[in-house]
């Protein structure tokens, strides 16, 4: 018996161990097109494309970054991208945790056909609705402002996924809680804000890197409703300095390193309640 066990127990550690060993080749394996990155971006341009490649240059060239910096606006670029990424994931969610409270508390005819038919939205492609948005905006006087690219965020595709997000988690949490603050008086704004917002942290992490990630990285809308360089966001910026530099990979490198640091930033400090948010979000139908 103590044979036995000790063997299944060998094998359960065996079994673990090589589920860690196959996580680990896979995170390593997705890891080296930004380790590819970042070293190409403290390289000399001759290093780059030498044979065998060297992922540790043998001169570290921190002047790339400087020269990023020197020549072309890229403080504009950088601070364009991150007060709209902040604006559009504050405002979605706010707007997601509002009407995903709703749809998962607040009883109305119709509910489940209102919540089925925003959901059929997403299914439309946003290429279809670009002309569309882009004539209305066009007859709002929007056209070469930040304006579009907050406000189509906020109420499009990603506000829809953050109300079925929020909705998801406010099902699993007890009714009983509701029921009681109501006993005690409070409104359905103050049970909103003061019992449910707090409990829906984890999801709101969670939509908050989706959404932040999203708006960062977004290229389609800055490049149909942006004209002026000043204007522009990071992603756009981006492909018109590739043509600016042409083969200077050093620079380009440089420029899209520091691009995805404030990804990393995010994800760095909300990563525990974004994974939680992950497997709570979706336990209820």
């Given at each position: ?50 044979f065998p490649p060297e992922f540790i240059p043998s001169s570290i ?225």
């Amino acid at each position: 018996m103590k044979s036995n066990r000790h063997g299944l127990q060998a094998g359960k550690l065996l079994g673990i161990g090589g589920h860690y060993v196959a996580l680990g080749a896979i995170s390593l394996l997705m890891l080296v097109p930004f380790l590819w990155m970042l070293s190409t971006s403290l390289k000399e341009p001759a290093q780059i494309f030498v044979f065998p490649p060297e992922f540790i240059p043998s001169s570290i060239r921190l002047e790339n970054y400087t020269e990023v910096l020197a020549n072309t606006p890229f403080h504009l670029f950088y601070w364009n991208s991150l007060y709209i990424a902040i604006l559009v994931t504050v405002g979605t969610v706010l707007f997601a945790s509002i009407a995903g409270y709703a749809f998962a508390r607040i009883p109305f005819r119709g509910r489940n056909i209102v919540f089925l038919v925003l959901l059929s939205t997403m299914m439309i492609p946003h290429e279809v609705t670009s002309i569309p948005m882009f004539l209305f905006m066009r007859m709002l006087g929007f056209i070469n402002t930040h304006v579009p690219l907050i406000v189509l965020p906020i109420f499009g595709a990603g506000g829809i996924f953050g109300v079925f997000v929020m909705r998801q988690f406010f099902l699993g949490i007890p009714k009983e809680l509701e029921e009681a603050a109501m006993i005690d008086g409070c409104s359905r704004w103050r049970i909103y804000w003061s019992i449910m917002l707090p409990l829906a942290k984890p999801a709101i992490a969670t939509l908050t890197i989706f959404t932040f990630l999203t708006s960062w990285n977004e290229f389609y809308d800055p490049l149909i409703f942006i004209n002026d360089r000043e204007l522009m966001t990071l992603p756009l910026a981006l492909s018109l300095f590739t043509d600016e530099v042409g083969t200077a990979w050093h620079h380009l490198m440089s420029a899209s390193v520091m691009a995805t640091l404030p990804l990393l930033i995010v994800f760095f400090f909300a990563q525990k309640q974004f994974i939680e948010g992950v497997s709570m979000t979706g336990l209820k139908d």
